[in-house]
């Protein structure tokens, strides 16, 4: 999985995207950090799963069912099931040695 630097990604949060098969960073050091790396693998492994576009798709329609829900554009992103398998999972660094197909779907 290529990692690739562009400092020109939008917002002052939005710090990396993993568009398969690569992980877009925005800074430099992030390439280093393993505990961000593995959070954007996680999403790579999601989206592998589900085919890729489906993924995005999937990912935005639930972004849209939880901002309803909460109100809120942060806690919206934090509560998709994709995110939410990624933070919890993290700092686990061999959780995609383990994952089982389709993990996220307990977080929806």
């Known amino acids: ?3 690739v630097v562009n400092k020109y990604l939008i917002g002052r949060h939005f710090v990396g995207i993993a568009l ?3 992980i877009v960073v925005k800074n ?3 390439k280093d950090d393993v505990v961000f790396i593995n959070h954007e693998k996680i999403h790579l492994k999601q989206q592998l799963e589900l ?3 489906p993924f995005y798709f999937f990912y935005l ?5 939880r901002l309803f829900q909460y ?3 942060k806690e919206a992103y934090r509560n998709i099931s994709f995110e939410r ?8 660094l061999s959780y995609l040695k383990n994952r089982k197909l389709w993990s996220f779907t ?3």
């Open 106 to 108: 307990k977080y929806l």
């Open 71 to 73: 109100k809120n554009s």
């Open 61 to 65: 329609t639930e972004y849209i069912v």
């Open 1 to 3: 999985m290529p990692i």
């Open 28 to 30: 430099r050091h992030l």
């Open 85 to 92: 398998e990624a933070y919890e999972m993290e700092a686990e």
């Open 20 to 22: 398969w098969p690569f």
């Open 51 to 53: 085919l890729v576009i």
